[in-house]
């Protein structure tokens, strides 16, 4: 089996006062459409590349944390910036915290790291599947 290739990232909150530096593997990029995440980013859905909890690490204010209650049952710890509020990433409890979902939106190698997989798709509304053909302008 061969193994997989890690890329270095590294991000902010909006403010910049949370960041952050990983190393990723950019095979791991999710769209999550569940209600949870349509809820806690207000849009359709939300992106996030996995870390192993020992490739991830803040490098100046440490976030705020809400913990939220999953489908399964199972806690999930969602940190996010306590001044301007930009989700940062997401990690479990027990057997679950050593993985770290990294919002996508906070990394600055964004552009990099294109998703492989959505996963609760019962939950993403009809009109995704039809983004490419609405009118779209560079800037507004």
Known sequence: MSERRKMWIDGSCH???VRFEAEVDPARVTICHCTDCQQLTGAAYRVSVGA???DFRL???APALYVKTAESGRPRRQYFCPA???????T???????????????IRQRDQLRPAKRIWSRSAPAW?????????TPTE
Request: charged share 30%; with cysteine.
């Open 84 to 90: 301007c509020g930009s989700p940062v990433y997401t």
């Open 15 to 17: 403010c910049g006062r």
């Open 59 to 61: 490098t100046a204010v």
């Open 52 to 54: 192993a909890r020992e």
């Open 92 to 106: 479990g409890d027990g057997p679950d915290a050593e993985r770290i979902g990294i919002r996508w939106g906070v």
């Open 128 to 136: 995704v599947e039809h983004l490419d053909e609405l009118p779209a």
